[in-house]
């Protein structure tokens, strides 16, 4: 595989390197004269449009484990695992609606905040602690392991400098605040899209070239054609690839936990909307849904692309690394044959989402750190200069610690699946405890502590049930299939996720009806119907994402 940008792809590349760090600076420039504060810092209090908190969200989420991990996922599965990007879409819809008005009515900063409020500091400091090891260890270390992996790929650059100029990179952005990050993202998107609209193109018109046909149409008609079982979102138990996506439950099962947990009860995401008021708020998750009904032409088509090139004579080569074949390759096996110029601006663009991503995730890890832990338990008298400080170097910290354990993890087996199977761990405790904390007076702090720790070990335990126990009887009901690696009956990811959740779920219930005191429960938030409304623009939008994603579902069923 050709391993070489020219003069031409750095130039593009160093022009989007100088745009972003030039308008950062001058929006860093713009708000130095004022004190420093730290809501200003953490959460850029008021600052934010609807458009810089929709670019912004999606900058975020956006990043290695997408074009890398699911365009790979695009190669081996096919269109199916869209269903992460897609149903995202319909869950940015809820949030906006149900839970944004909660958070800001309550001044919300951060989620452990939250938890301190409705529930106790026992509660949310162990969640505080949980998020840190979470997002460091687990996010910000794939993000960067991942990143540098896939930039190696395509320039031959030394893996270990990509790694520490992807931190550096993220850290300059990252210390001018929120603020610097919810706007330079947009610029992050722009690159983002165009880049990885340009990939497509030509994985499109490589297919077409190949079956004699021209244009992208014709090239996505003969994908169809030469690969119809990748164009299928609910599968069956007889498919391979059930035990990562299990039939209906990508619609009606786990993979709400998986998108409400993350769109909803996660710091990373929930704080470019904190310090916007409800309209604009709203208005920038809608924006985001919008977004994310896009991002399967940009990392999944891909995929696909390159694996009906693969089963015709192409990349065989490329995609074969030990004689096994490395699905992750595909996206970068078709950023190296984009030409001179675009290439650069595709790898600006898989640049711009893997910084906008780290950056997002470490100002996340400086709030939590800082306002959570340091200002509650280190620095009680802290003032607002100390903790911004503060947050600057915790940054700096956590960038060190996730490059210094991020050979270690074992993240390229595959790093998508890396990120959901041990964010899974945590996600259905957490749901559960924002959920019913949102809506439910009665829940106790006792309830919430089982749901976030017994979540956790429950998890844990159905992950390595099957080495425990024969689970086959559970298949006639589809809740268990054979892992070909391990010849076992597993429980698919997503639905071990839905039983954690419901078990979580009717402990709580449980343990809060138990306890005497909680029909007059003092934290139980007062909840008032009006907040739900929404506006009649907001409202349209939101039944055209709706309209667009059945549209959808029933085509591709």
């Not at 706007?183 to 994985?203: K, M, P, S």
């Not at 709203?282 to 399967?296: C, E, H, Q, T, V």
């Not at 490395?326 to 996206?331: G, I, N, Q, T, V």
């Not at 449980?510 to 907001?538: C, H, Q, T, W, Y």
Request: glycine share 8%.
């Amino acid at each position: 595989m050709p391993q070489q940008l020219t003069s031409l792809d750095y130039i593009v590349f160093l022009i989007y390197f100088f745009v972003v760090a030039g308008y950062g600076y001058w929006i860093y420039q713009r708000k130095k004269s004022t004190e420093a504060s730290s809501t200003d810092f953490f959460l850029a209090e008021g600052s934010l449009t609807w458009w810089a908190i929709g670019a912004s969200l999606i900058a975020s989420n956006i990043s290695a484990e997408q074009f890398i991990g699911m365009s790979g996922d695009g190669f081996r599965m096919g269109l199916g695992i869209s269903t992460y990007e897609w149903m995202a879409a319909a869950t940015l819809v809820v949030v906006a609606t149900f839970f944004m008005p909660i958070y800001l009515k309550n001044k919300i900063f951060t989620m452990p905040q939250f938890l301190r409020q409705r529930y106790n500091e026992t509660v949310s400091t162990t969640m505080a602690i949980f998020w840190l090891l979470l997002y460091i260890i687990v996010n910000l270390t794939s993000i960067l392991y991942m990143g540098a992996l896939a930039i190696n790929t395509i320039s031959g650059i030394n893996f270990w400098f990509c790694m520490i100029a992807l931190a550096v990179f993220a850290v300059i952005i990252t210390l001018g605040g929120m603020k610097v990050i919810g706007f330079t993202d947009v610029i992050q998107v722009f690159f983002l899209i165009l880049g990885g609209l340009a990939t497509t193109y030509l994985a499109l018109n490589l297919v077409s070239d190949k079956f004699n046909t021209t244009g992208v149409i014709n090239g996505l008609t003969s994908m169809m054609q030469q690969a119809d079982d990748h164009f299928h979102m609910v599968f069956k138990k007889d498919n391979p690839n059930y035990l990562d996506l299990p039939g209906l439950t990508i619609m009606i099962g786990g993979m709400w936990i998986v998108n409400l947990n993350y769109w909803g009860c996660n710091q990373y995401i929930t704080q470019r909307a904190l310090g916007a008021d409800l309209p604009t708020a709203r208005n920038g998750i809608l924006f985001a849904a919008f977004l994310k009904l896009m991002m399967p032409i940009i990392v999944v088509l891909p995929g696909i692309a390159a694996y009906v090139l693969y089963q015709n004579g192409e990349f065989h080569q490329e995609m074969t690394v030990d004689g096994a074949v490395r699905a992750d390759r595909a996206y970068p096996v078709l950023l190296n044959l984009l030409p001179t110029g675009l290439k650069g601006l595709s790898f600006a663009a898989l640049t711009a989402a893997i910084v906008a991503s780290l950056a997002g995730k470490a100002n996340s890890i400086s709030t939590i750190f800082t306002l959570d832990i340091y200002k509650k338990y280190i620095n009680k008298e802290a003032d607002e200069k100390t903790l911004v400080s503060t947050g600057r170097l915790v940054v700096v910290v956590a960038m060190v610690i996730a490059i210094a354990i991020s050979d270690f993890l074992g993240i390229e087996k595959g790093g998508f699946k890396f990120i959901q199977e041990y964010t899974g761990f945590f996600s259905p405790g957490i749901f559960a405890t924002f959920l019913l904390g949102f809506f439910w007076k009665r829940t106790t702090s006792a309830a919430a502590l089982f749901a976030i720790v017994g979540g956790f070990i429950l998890s844990i335990i159905f992950k390595f049930l099957p080495g425990w126990m024969d689970l086959s009887f559970l298949s006639p009901m589809g809740f268990a299939v054979v892992n070909p690696e391990s010849g076992l009956y597993e429980i698919p990811f997503l639905d071990r996720m839905g039983f954690v959740f419901l078990i979580c779920v009717l402990g709580m219930i449980i343990l809060s009806l138990a306890d005497s005191k909680s029909k007059n429960n003092p934290k139980g938030l007062e909840i008032d119907p009006k907040m739900f409304r929404v506006s009649g623009s907001f409202a349209i939008g939101a039944a055209t994402v709706v309209l667009i994603l059945i549209v959808l579902y029933s085509r591709y069923w």
